[in-house]
């Protein structure tokens, strides 16, 4: 909104600042954190006085989480949306229909994601919407991002696969596009989903993950850049910067709540929402291999509960102590603080080698 505050300027005066991608990703970023600050702790009064015995607790899980999480309130992730939602309206062109697609997939998860969670709460155990439910919503969704993704792209970018470590190497997939973008929304969001599970675990790897995806957005949409590192070139997504800097904000200031011991769980409403908006800026710019690289974290933690499950079914036998891995790791005797502060360090190693493949060509 405030980038038609140029229409002001004549070239040499402070308003041109706003013609600056960079400058207003600052001010968004600065508009998340401080709305989070402001709100988190009224939000987590509110949500106290709504859920009178917090997030339901996993019977089967971790004996200790039945005493310290116990009690605790979810749908933290309210605030992280309204950050978000205000921070890029503020700051974004509203005439980039990257945002929009973005938005829309965020606030659809988090409205699913906070659906799921008030059964939750209003039900008093770990059931909400079910799967099955959950995903066919999760891939209309992505369904609809996708096509309105394609259309914005230009036409020699439709439908079309691109590599990693190839110079504009595409694959054309045709309408095979269509189920595999469509996978890599819902796959993100429920990978996020499962990672949230310990105190700061999932916020701190989104905020990695969404900054590199951020890097690359505007890169790719940049000519100069593009031509330098020889990539696709994908017109008007240099603005999706913006909304990560309002997520990375947002997420600064969940974090202040969410910090060990935490104040507040995100929730569905949070870890859905968060996981779609990786997955749509994957889409939206042509990288949808590389947030397997980025997100190799979430990949980790879902690929942990589909092994467990199918090997399970197959022997009768576990291949971890507990899925996801990271209550794995909880059973093996790791304090929480030590498995989250080593998978965020897991999660930057991985974000910084997706970076990588924007050069490696």
């Known amino acids: 909104m405030l980038y038609w505050l140029t229409e002001l300027s004549d070239g040499g005066d402070f308003f041109n600042l706003f013609r600056y991608i960079t400058f207003r990703a600052g001010g968004a970023f600065f508009t998340a954190l401080i709305f989070g600050f402001i709100f988190g702790r009224p939000l987590i009064n509110l949500l106290k006085s709504r859920q009178k015995i917090g997030q339901p607790i996993r019977e089967d899980g971790p004996e200790g989480h039945l005493v310290t999480k116990k009690g605790t309130p979810t749908m933290g992730g309210v605030l992280i949306l309204g950050a978000v939602l205000l921070s890029t309206l503020t700051w974004a062109r509203w005439d980039t229909p990257y945002i929009w697609i973005v938005l829309f997939v965020t606030l659809s998860f988090g409205g699913l994601g906070f659906i799921d969670d008030y059964r939750k709460v209003s039900q008093g155990n770990v059931d909400g919407v079910p799967a099955r439910v959950r995903l066919m919503i999760g891939f209309l969704i992505a369904g609809f991002a996708t096509y309105a993704s394609v259309l914005a792209q230009p036409d020699n970018l439709k439908w079309q696969l691109a590599l990693p470590f190839y110079k504009d190497t595409l694959i054309y997939m045709g309408y095979f596009f269509l189920p595999f973008a469509m996978f890599v929304i819902v796959g ?18 989104v905020m990695i993950a969404s900054s590199a995806l951020g890097i690359i957005a505007y890169a790719v949409g940049r000519v100069d850049f593009t031509q330098y590192l020889e990539v696709h070139y994908v017109p008007g997504t240099g603005e999706i910067l913006i909304f990560v800097a309002g997520l990375v904000g947002g997420g600064l200031g969940f974090l202040w709540y969410n910090a060990p011991p935490a104040a507040v769980f995100m929730g569905d409403t949070g870890s859905l929402a968060l996981g779609g908006a990786l997955g749509a800026i994957a889409v939206a710019t042509k990288h949808e291999i590389v947030l397997g690289i980025i997100g190799g974290l979430f990949v980790v933690e879902a690929l942990s509960v589909i092994i467990q499950v199918l090997y399970f079914k197959r022997t009768g036998r576990r291949v971890f102590l507990m899925a996801p891995i990271h209550h794995h790791f909880e059973k093996r005797g790791w304090a929480e603080s030590q498995i989250v502060i080593r998978f965020w360090i897991i999660a930057l190693i991985l974000a910084l080698v997706g970076l990588a493949t924007l050069k490696v060509r």
């Open 188 to 205: 993100a969001a429920n990978s996020v989903n499962l990672t949230d599970g310990l105190d700061g675990l999932a916020i701190m790897p």
